[in-house]
C-alpha cells in the first residue's frame, strides 16, 4: 500500500496556508508532517484533524495507490 499527500500540498496552497501553520493549528509533531511529505501512512486521526482545520474530507488531502506486482497485475 501506497499513499500520496499531493493533494493536501495543493490544498495548502490554493488556501494560502503553510506547512507549519497547518502542523500549529492541527497540532501536529514534526516528525509526522515529516512522514507525510515522504508519502508514508500516518494515523486517522491525525488526517482527521488536518481535515477539520481546512474543513475538508479525508479524499481531499491523500489518495490510495496500489503498488503493482512484477506481472503488471494491481
Known amino acids: 500500500m ?3 499527500y499531493n493533494r493536501l500540498w495543493k490544498l495548502l496552497i490554493d488556501k494560502k496556508m503553510s506547512q507549519s501553520e497547518l502542523r500549529k493549528e492541527a497540532g501536529i509533531a514534526p516528525n ?7 508519502d508514508e501512512a500516518v494515523n486517522l486521526a491525525i488526517l482527521g484533524r488536518i481535515c ?3 474543513d475538508c474530507d479525508f479524499g481531499d488531502i491523500m489518495e490510495h495507490k496500489c503498488m503493482n ?4 497485475e494491481v
Open 32 to 38: 509526522t508532517m515529516t512522514k507525510m511529505r515522504r
Open 2 to 4: 501506497s499513499v500520496s
Open 52 to 54: 477539520d482545520v481546512l
Open 69 to 72: 506486482d512484477d506481472k503488471g
